[in-house]
């Protein structure tokens, strides 16, 4: 860490105008010479110390300064707000000569207490005469007709945090001179906080409906094809989703529309299927409840119209998701020629158990028990009219054409207003818009709420069934959030309702049908991204080839793309956005798991070689494929394709022979990998090779002319090493080593004596 001072900037030492300056002056007035040596250097010390601190300071100071004149900024919170909650009892109906009772719950959210006031209670002169006009008024607020106070309730005071219910009792006189219909209520507190709401006032004789509920049994937006495990537990759980939904129909009259991807999720799993799921499941099939079977993951069968499609998009399979060892208790398949079992005799040690495990078929797990056929609920009610003609043509085991339900809000209707409806004879079950909407928000609403939001289920019965020439029809819609409590409140309040009876789907579909068609206009965007989805199976269809069982990876696929369509998508785009990325992401990520690794330079200096390439495979099926090498010119001769088998998770070597042809130079192999097919698998991959075969031969030349001029030098040295010894003969005669003797060395025969014996 640098010292505060001299990390500073600060000069250390009498710079001009720092502190030699001051140090100088001081010394001036002290006296240089009353001042002794020892006590010089002390003074100066103390200088230098004060001098260090002051500098020292300053900088704290101008840091502390800088702190308090820049604070971080600290976001302003929301203030917050008396909140309002009117409620209506008796779902909001008023019999013929009953009182007005309403419950206002007035909460206080803020910090401080609030004083005592009172409530000012408004009802509309006229009724509402449409479900157009009612959502109006409940979203915005606006109202064609003047309101009229009707009550003041004393509110107490309030404490920060706490809550009060206020009760308005409005008396029959206080109602007198209006007429039965729907009329808008309202709550104000403190001039600026206000909760609308509306009642239906009755006539003495309700008018008669027959009116039948449509459930969705489905488990949301999902990515996947089936639903794992870990979902299903928790789906079906004591507080589960799937749970709640059949507890919200169970002894009711509601018509139930089933995911067939929730059934089939439960039967792939066998014996290690979760005991609430099953028990659910044994619950679904023993409901009396009438009931139709969604498409898979309750698609939207009108983007597939608008993408083009004649034909709906189906699964494929599912045996992907199913193990043989799940399915060991069931009843095993017996041998389709008993007697040539019974004749066969078992290998010597061999298994003698003839039984084998089948898994069920594709029908058997999507099937929905008792559930009719040929129906069709597109998204939000909405298919277009070359969509209704598209899903009116659909197969049926009937042979007679598919019913399309619609909503009221994307249908035009003649005067009569009935479920039961038909565009140019294509039967469609028209349902409407305004009651379903509000029972859907009363299924999701939270317990105490349950109330204020069934008396708009009334208001929007009352102005739909005021003149019905049939069975209507309202569904729940895709329910975002569901509760038990809350569910079963949404249905009671329709059957509730006087003159309200309950039908079957049987009745609706066998009523007179009025005249209606679609008003609905293609979704281009849905289609769009619909096209995309295809667009993905298809690459995943080409790449399948390369596994040994192409629907390991076509069969997910299929039913992912089912699940990404769901109807339910629609109502969350954002989310749908990013389901669709991260799909195109796994896509991508799928198409990219099987490639050759990008190789290095190869530097060739022999005539034949092998050159080694690995192929990754990060799927977890083995995979076969064709390397395809192509050289750019003709120095390199390259074995053009090789098949290979590159096992699941690991890098496959491959050695491609090769062989230099005429001279030397630089060769760029194109290698790329190719399905049994004929697609290409990943991305084209490029070898360097940088030839010098000859450097071979010129090696082994060079190194035989080292080893013949290595025996050639030494071959020669010995030829002149003996000539000179030869030489040496010749001029001073043969050396005889005679030892050490200087007598007999020093003793030189004399050249050409003869010898005499008698010396002897």
Do not use: C
């Amino acid at each position: 860490m640098k010292h505060l001072f001299f990390g500073s900037g600060v000069r250390r030492g009498s710079a001009p105008g720092g502190l030699g300056v001051r140090r100088d002056t001081i010394h001036s007035r002290l006296g240089a010479g009353t001042m002794s040596t020892a006590r010089r250097r002390v003074v100066e010390r103390l200088r230098g110390t004060a001098a260090l601190l002051a500098v020292t300071t300053t900088l704290v100071l101008a840091g502390a300064t800088g702190a308090v004149a820049s604070p971080s900024p600290t976001p302003t919170p929301t203030p917050a707000e008396p909140t309002l909650v009117l409620a209506p009892l008796a779902h909001g109906v008023v019999a013929a000569g009953a009182a007005l009772t309403s419950t206002i719950e007035v909460s206080n959210p803020t910090s401080t207490d609030l004083a005592p006031t009172s409530l000012t209670v408004e009802l509309s002169d006229s009724p509402l005469t449409t479900s157009p006009e009612l959502d109006e008024w409940i979203d915005n607020g606006e109202l064609a007709t003047e309101a009229s106070v009707i009550d003041r309730p004393a509110v107490p005071a309030i404490v920060a945090g706490d809550s009060e219910i206020v009760v308005s009792t409005v008396a029959v006189e206080a109602l007198a001179g209006r007429t039965p219909g729907v009329y808008a209520l309202s709550a104000t507190y403190g001039g600026d906080v206000v909760s609308r709401s509306a009642v239906v006032l009755q006539g003495d004789t309700p008018t008669a409906a027959a009116i039948g509920v449509i459930v969705a049994v489905t488990a949301g937006p999902q990515t996947d094809g089936l639903l794992s495990a870990e979902d299903l537990t928790t789906l079906t759980g004591t507080d589960g989703r799937l749970t709640d939904i059949l507890a919200g129909v169970a002894g009711t009259s509601a018509i139930l529309a089933v995911d067939p991807a929730l059934l089939a999720s439960i039967r792939v799993l066998g014996d290690s299927v979760p005991a609430s799921a099953l028990a659910w499941l044994d619950r679904l099939a023993a409901l009396p409840n009438e009931r139709f079977a969604l498409q898979f993951g309750d698609a939207d069968v009108s983007v597939q119209a608008d993408a083009g499609l004649t034909a709906l998009l189906e699964p494929t399979s599912l045996d992907y998701a199913m193990s043989e060892d799940d399915f060991v208790n069931a009843t095993p398949t017996p041998s389709p020629n008993p007697s040539a079992t019974a004749d066969a005799q078992p290998e010597e040690g061999g298994d003698t158990d003839t039984d084998t495990v089948t898994l069920p078929d594709l029908d058997e797990l999507l099937a929905v028990p008792g559930a009719r056929a040929a129906m069709y609920w597109p998204a939000q009610g909405r298919a277009d009219a070359n969509a209704v003609n598209v899903l009116a043509q659909q197969p049926s085991a009937t042979g007679s054409p598919a019913t399309t339900l619609l909503s009221s809000a994307e249908t035009e209707r003649s005067e009569a207003r009935a479920a039961a409806s038909s565009a140019e004879g294509t039967p469609l079950l028209v349902y409407e818009a305004g009651s379903s909407s509000a029972i859907r928000a009363t299924a999701a609403a939270t317990e105490g709420s349950t109330q204020a939001t069934s008396a708009l289920i009334s208001a929007q019965i009352a102005l739909e069934a005021s003149s019905p020439s049939g069975p209507l029809l309202v569904t729940t819609e895709r329910m975002a959030e569901v509760s038990a409590t809350s569910l079963r409140a949404a249905i009671d309040t329709v059957f509730s309702y006087p003159g309200v009876v309950p039908t079957t789907l049987s009745a609706l579909l066998s009523a007179e049908p009025a005249g209606a068609q679609s008003a609905a206009q293609p979704d281009e965007e849905a289609a769009t991204r619909l096209d995309t989805l295809l667009a993905g199976e298809t690459s995943i269809a080409e790449f399948s080839s390369i596994i040994d069982d192409p629907s390991l990876l076509t069969a997910p696929e299929r039913s992912d793309l089912l699940q990404l369509i769901g109807a339910g998508w629609r109502d969350e785009p954002n989310a749908w956005q990013a389901a669709l990325t991260a799909h195109a992401e796994a896509t991508t990520t799928t198409l990219t798991s099987v490639a050759i690794q990008e190789p290095s330079t190869v530097q060739l200096v022999s005539p034949e070689a092998v050159l080694p390439f690995f192929v990754r495979n990060d799927l977890p099926f083995a995979a076969n494929v064709v390397l395809v090498s192509t050289p750019d010119n003709l120095r390199l001769d390259v074995e053009r394709t090789l098949t290979v088998r590159a096992e699941p998770g690991v890098n496959t070597r491959v050695e491609v022979p090769v062989r230099a042809r005429v001279g030397s130079g630089e060769v760029t192999i194109e290698l790329r990998l190719l399905s049994p097919t004929f697609e290409q698998v990943g991305p084209v991959q490029r070898a360097q090779v940088t030839v010098r075969a000859e450097w071979e031969r010129i090696g082994i030349i060079g190194l035989g002319a080292i080893i013949v001029l290595l025996l050639g030098a030494g071959f020669i040295r010995t030829i002149r090493r003996r000539r000179r010894t030869r030489a040496a003969e010749s001029v001073d005669g043969p050396t005889i080593d005679q030892g050490t003797n200087e007598e007999n060395t020093a003793r030189e025969p004399e050249p050409d004596r003869p010898v005499d014996r008698r010396d002897e």
